[in-house]
């Protein structure tokens, strides 16, 4: 979907995770793939996923962090 959005123009900047266990391990493998990717080019790591050029941050949905706890 980041590909799709960022072909029309628009420029995504955020993921929102909904907790679902899907999206848990999809968003992990970002996140190995981008640190992995940071380790070869400078070495400076940060919580940032980059999909296609795009470096994304991740936004928890609040109202499924409520009913985790």
Same mark, same amino acid.
């Given at each position: 979907m980041v590909i799709a959005v960022g072909k029309t123009g628009? &420029?995504?900047? !955020? #993921?929102?995770? $909904? =907790?679902? /266990? !899907?999206? =848990?391990? !999809? #968003? %992990?493998?970002?996140? *190995? $793939? /981008? &640190? &992995? *990717? =940071? %380790?070869? #080019? $400078?070495g400076r790591i940060d919580d940032m996923i980059v999909i296609n050029g795009h470096t994304l941050s991740v936004i928890h949905d609040l109202r499924h962090l409520i009913k985790g706890f």
């Open positions: 628009v &420029r995504p900047v !955020a #993921l929102v995770c $909904d =907790q679902g /266990t !899907a999206f =848990q391990h !999809a #968003l %992990k493998s970002l996140q *190995e $793939d /981008t &640190r &992995r *990717e =940071q %380790k070869i #080019l $400078d």
